[in-house]
């Protein structure tokens, strides 16, 4: 299939990308690994494709303030690779080896991946999972959104009509993590997947962070979860009711590869199991 009819501008500065994003049914393509199936499945129908690819100034990775600052377009394969974010954020560059095969994170975004919100996927929930802010600009200026406030329901999220995701800024964190993660096929979008970090004062859980993807609408924050860990023990009993918490807390879809039961009963593994492993690295 071939995708209908649309208008394309390959903008040359952020404000023109902008003011023709403010074109109704306009949609900006970053790396495309998403947008152009959807094209030419005709599942999305844009009057105007904007193009940002030629936008080097949403293109850079820089540490600030004890923060990694992430420019939208910058390209997934970048952010995996880059040694800076292995040490300050080894569990972003992690998530980001499940995200499709290298060709896709050549070419795919940053901000691609957290703007098409897809639920399964594994960026969002990391995010979610790291307490990110988000930048987003239009023609009235620039505002931040927390990334557990950005993502509304699949594919949907707090971008208005003439805006672009500019800029990703995740706090560096110290203490254990793990990524465990349940699909089909090797990289395939996830079935379900958690993303835990832990940090430990002795015995004792500090904090802990969970976050699951591909068991709800969006991803799924795991509060209670990680309010029964912290102050206390991090033993096999507590590890294993954060678990049981954790999967309470979700919402999952049952379809053709999973049934929602069965995505619940994997959250709680997945959950314990990377509970465990994030205590080990704490
Ligand atoms: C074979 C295959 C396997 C895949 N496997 C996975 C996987 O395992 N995990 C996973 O998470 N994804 C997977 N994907 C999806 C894909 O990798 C990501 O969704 C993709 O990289 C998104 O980034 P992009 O830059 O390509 O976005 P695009 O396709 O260009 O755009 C996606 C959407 O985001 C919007 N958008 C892009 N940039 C911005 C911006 N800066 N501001 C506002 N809106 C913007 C576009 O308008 C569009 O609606 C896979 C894709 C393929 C083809």
């Keep these: ?121 594994e960026l969002p929930a990391v995010m979610v999972a790291l307490d990110a802010d988000f930048t987003v600009r239009s023609a009235s200026g620039e505002r931040t959104v927390a990334a557990r406030d950005f993502f509304l329901g699949p594919h949907r999220t707090a971008l208005g009509r003439g805006e672009l995701l500019t800029r990703i800024s995740v706090p560096s964190h110290r203490g254990g993590w793990a990524v465990e993660e349940l699909s089909r096929r090797s990289r395939d979008l996830a079935l379900v997947a958690v993303f835990a970090t832990v940090t430990m004062t002795g015995e004792v859980c500090e904090s802990a962070r969970i976050a699951v993807a591909g068991a709800g609408p969006t991803p799924i924050r795991a509060t209670a979860a990680e309010a029964s860990l912290t102050g206390g023990p991090m033993t096999g009993d507590a590890i294993a009711l954060a678990a049981e918490l954790a999967a309470a807390a979700t919402d999952p879809p049952g379809d053709l590869h999973a049934p929602a039961d069965y995505r619940r009963e994997m959250a709680a593994v997945l959950t314990r199991r990377a509970l465990a492993r994030a205590k080990e690295g704490a």
């Design 1 to 121: 299939m071939k995708a209908a009819p649309f208008e394309y501008l390959r903008a040359t500065s952020l404000d023109e990308a902008i003011e023709a994003l403010g074109t109704p049914d306009a949609r900006a393509l970053a790396g495309g690994q998403s947008l152009v199936p959807l094209l030419n499945l005709r599942q999305a129908r844009p009057s105007l494709v904007v193009d940002i690819n030629r936008l080097d100034e949403l293109s850079f990775l820089r540490k600030e303030n004890g923060r990694l600052e992430i420019g939208a377009l910058t390209r997934h394969r970048a952010v995996e690779t880059s040694a800076v974010v292995r040490s300050e954020i080894p569990l972003l560059a992690e998530a980001l080896g499940h995200v499709g095969h290298v060709a896709i994170r050549n070419r795919g975004t940053i901000g691609g991946s957290l703007a098409h919100a897809d639920p399964a996927a």
